[in-house]
């Protein structure tokens, strides 16, 4: 019998906010056991770069990444956001380690080539160290990873967050019974967008082809899902979706959607 | 018989220049054995701090941290300079693991007090966690840390490279038999400063004691070499005064000035 892991992955929105994140804090440390935190910065860093005088480019929503840009996500992700946050847990109790995936090698990737879109110094996840970072975890330490892996050349690369997040699931899987949490602005997949009351409390394969049948489910929430189905065909324990306020509620029995 | 490691400190004006830097990389990678490396990235911190129009104000050649200044130091150092360091080591096989005093609570300290000056967002070294810094070294990890520290209270402090190079030797000197090196502007401690090839090689108390008594050695070199003969006194092996280029010479005999 595995022991219990719980990844949180939160975005930008909440640990750029100081009332969600002084809520973040207090709810994530009260999580028993096992924990990894992966949060986001994208508002700071597109505020920083104004400031900076470099231009925040996106294509379909996702962002651009120039030389320029690079350097100023990576201060932000892991210099500014992330100290803050690991500051904080450190003053409730959490023995915290902020990392990218440069850090001990923990998460490799290679930089997309360019398609019709460059999107310039963005890496695709090759590996994640499931044994490192299992050794940390079991040493009673808690990564808190921001969205910045290495191409084990030199350079470093921005990863989109949920990404990282779920092959940082994945990768874990072997080493324990991982409960991975996506924290976004609902408290859960919703039945009718316009009913916040609606949230279809679990999703398994079968009932997912369904939903996408009769259009419950569209959009960008597909290859959300599909990610969700297929870490956990490799071996996640299950995944909910919830809203961050939520994570102490109880997520597996209607305060958010379980996919497993 | 304690195991060797060797613990390297160096300035900004080496981890911030990409001549620099890559000479600093190969020469680190290439010491046997355990090792830290503690880098600064003041000229950065400054660049940076202007292009946000957050004004960089010395006094007596020491930076005054008030809050803008705070988040820019936490920017460059922890995010821009560390994870560029970072990266590179990586690619060049050493498993480097980047820290701050707050990742996992390695070095608390205390808001300096203000007095004649306020440095604001200053710490002053309360401790550092030798054991768990032990641990992650047996590991195979390379910690390379950056002169910022936190209070345990959420806060963020900015605290001299020297001081967390000098208290991070003294705590592992429980665990190691540590070499100190602090890299500096000449190849040692000069006996004539117009002649560069003056270098003193050898330093302990009485023979400190005469240097100043003779004005040979005079001003900030004082209370440097004070520190260092007390990390010596402390349990340090030796510290070492080099310059960068030099770290692969035969520092013990010659290519720099030795402490002990």
Do not use: W
Not at 140 to 151: A, E, Q
Not at 159 to 184: Q, S
Not at 216 to 224: A, E, L, N, T
Request: charged fraction near 25%; glycine fraction near 12%.
């Amino acid at each position: 019998m595995k022991e219990k892991l719980t990844i949180v992955k939160v975005g930008g929105k909440i640990v750029e906010n100081d009332a969600a994140l002084d809520r973040l804090i207090r709810d994530f440390s009260q999580i028993p056991g096992y924990k990894v935190l992966i949060h986001g910065g994208g508002r700071t860093a597109t505020d920083v770069a104004a400031q900076l005088g470099v231009e925040t480019k996106m294509v379909g929503g996702r962002r651009i990444t120039d030389a320029e840009m690079l350097r100023v996500v990576t201060m932000v992700y892991a210099g500014l956001v992330n100290k803050n946050v690991v500051a904080q847990l450190e003053a409730a109790g959490v023995c915290a380690l902020g990392l990218t995936g440069a850090d001990m090698d923990v998460i490799r990737s290679h930089r997309r080539p360019a398609g019709e879109v460059d999107y310039g110094f963005v890496g695709d996840v090759d590996r994640v160290d499931g044994e490192r970072l299992a050794q940390l975890i079991h040493g009673g330490i808690v990564p808190v990873m921001v969205p910045l892996t290495h191409d084990g050349k030199g350079c470093m690369l921005n990863t989109n967050a949920d990404t990282i997040a779920g092959e940082t699931a994945k990768a874990l899987a072997g080493f324990f019974d991982v409960t991975l949490i996506y924290c976004f602005e609902f408290a859960g997949v919703l039945g009718d967008p316009q009913d916040e009351g609606s949230v279809i409390p679990r999703i398994d394969r079968p009932f997912f082809d369904k939903l996408v049948e009769e259009g419950i489910v569209s959009g960008g929430m597909i290859p959300k899902l599909e990610n969700c189905l297929a870490a956990v065909e490799a071996g996640v324990g299950r995944i909910i979706i919830t809203r961050a306020d939520l994570l102490n509620a109880d997520l597996e029995h209607g305060a958010g959607t379980v996919i497993a």
